[in-house]
């Protein structure tokens, strides 16, 4: 059983810390009451302050807290990036705009890039520079992520990319993609893919928003034709992205786990009860249980949190699974109780009530919880045969999470006996 409990008892230098992230919170941001900071932004000013935010953290060697030091980060232990978690959760944090570069590509390039790679996309990652998506998903490959088509030719020191990509996040604001191509169409489809970083600035590459339920546009298809990418910009080895692929997808689950920790959705626990109060609805007994359920759902969260983490960055790929299943459960359970608090305001309000948009615009948004980084049933299935043992799927090809963070079989004895001695992911170079 992993042991979380040396958190509870800080050491000096943990307080010390704690001390420097305080200052530093103090002196950049205002505080807040338990307004939720996990709502992700793309373009305009959420952005900017994002980047900004970023830069700051750099400046100031808070940014990558447990991420190697030669590459720009602390190189501390996990529990210091919790210090600063706790901390900052009073404190109003920027849109987390670079949350797929921060929280997915990065981690993953630490895991699978060569040095020269490393040195050359991380410190600027860091330092918020440079604004990172994924390019996975296609038209014909979504949960079925294997059966990607968008072809890379060789061509001398390059490959020549054409395809199409589509529901890119953020795409439209960012420099560099990790990108899913097939090298070799004449193999097992697991076995011809290739991950390359792609310069989304190259001749080639269009952009175009799609228009969502709530009329944003956060997600993007992204055309590639005839693109250009350097025999250098390939991630491990090629024919082998599917390693790679699987372990930004662990990483992806992790971090969209983490986003839903904070309170469920857009303001959090405390927002949804200040709207019930407004509209004198607190006393009501039905609204006030489900208030309730929906506060002890997110504080076991919290704790399921802190204890998985451990376990993920430990090189357990299916902790990261039960975090982005527990998380799209609340987010969409919040939606309905925030819809349930505003009553007939969540579906009609008047311009001198410009809260009450909110919560039909979260409502709608959060169907996309139990979507986003592996739909709910694929990571059911995740779980019921990495944590519950169940038989695995004989075809397999729907499984986006049934190998470790490093791309190894679970079930291989030397994959086991590998996590003693190999990095499994950023969190072991950083000490989790």
Same mark, same amino acid.
């Given at each position: ?268 626990? $405390?927002? !949804?009860?200040?709207? =019930? *109060?407004?509209? @004198?609805? /607190?006393?009501?007994?039905? &609204?006030?249980?489900?208030?309730? %359920? ?11 949190? $802190?204890? !998985?983490?451990?376990? =993920? *960055?430990?090189? @357990?790929? /299916?902790?990261?699974?039960? &975090?982005?299943?527990?998380?799209? %459960? ?11 608090? $505003?009553?007939?305001?969540?579906? =009609?309000?008047?311009? @001198? ?30 779980? =019921? ?48």
């Amino acid at each position: 059983m992993t042991d979380v409990s040396a958190d509870l008892i800080p050491t000096p230098s943990e307080e010390a810390f704690r001390e420097e992230v305080l200052t530093f919170l103090r002196a950049t941001l205002s505080a807040k009451g338990e307004e939720a900071s996990g709502v992700v932004s793309f373009g305009g000013s959420g952005l900017s302050r994002s980047v900004a935010y970023q830069r700051q953290l750099a400046d100031a060697g808070l940014a990558g807290i447990t991420w190697p030091a030669e590459y720009g980060g602390r190189g501390l232990p996990g529990r210091y990036q919790r210090i600063y978690d706790r901390e900052a959760k009073a404190f109003k944090i920027p849109p987390r705009s670079l949350e797929i570069g921060l929280g997915m590509c990065g981690p993953t390039l630490l895991v699978h890039a060569s040095e020269e790679q490393k040195r050359a996309f991380i410190p600027a990652l860091l330092r918020g520079d440079h604004v990172w998506c994924e390019l996975f998903s296609e038209p014909g490959a979504g949960s079925d992520l294997s059966s990607v088509q968008t072809r890379a030719r060789r061509d001398g020191d390059e490959f020549v990319l054409q395809g199409q990509k589509v529901w890119t996040s953020g795409a439209r604001h960012s420099d560099y993609a990790a990108c899913l191509v097939r090298t070799d169409p004449a193999r097992p489809k697991r076995e011809g893919i290739t991950m390359l970083i792609v310069d989304m600035h190259v001749p080639g590459i269009t952009v175009r928003p799609l228009r969502q339920i709530t009329g944003e546009s956060h997600f993007n298809e992204v055309f590639l034709d005839e693109v250009r990418v350097p025999l250098a910009n390939v991630v491990g080895a090629i024919d082998d992205g599917w390693r790679v692929a699987r372990t930004m997808l662990a990483f992806e689950r992790q971090a969209l786990g983490n986003m839903g920790g904070g309170g469920g959705g857009k303001g959090g626990f $405390a927002a !949804l009860a200040d709207e =019930a *109060k407004r509209r @004198d609805l /607190a006393s009501r007994p039905v &609204l006030r249980d489900h208030l309730l %359920q929906l506060r002890i759902r997110q504080m076991v969260l919290r704790h399921l949190t $802190a204890y !998985l983490q451990v376990k =993920a *960055k430990g090189g @357990d790929g /299916a902790a990261a699974s039960l &975090l982005k299943l527990a998380m799209a %459960q609340l987010v969409q359970e919040s939606a309905l109780v925030a819809v349930e608090a $505003a009553g007939m305001h969540a579906t =009609a309000w008047t311009i @001198d009530d410009p809260d009450a948009g909110r919560w039909s615009d979260q409502l709608l948004s959060s169907l996309s919880a139990s979507i986003g980084g592996g739909t709910n049933q694929i990571v059911r299935n995740v779980i =019921a045969e990495r944590v519950l043992g169940l038989p695995r799927d004989e075809e397999g090809d729907l499984m986006p999470g049934d190998l470790d963070h490093a791309g190894r079989d679970p079930g291989d004895a030397r994959a086991r006996t590998a996590h003693a001695t190999t990095p499994t992911g950023a969190g072991a170079a950083r000490g989790h």
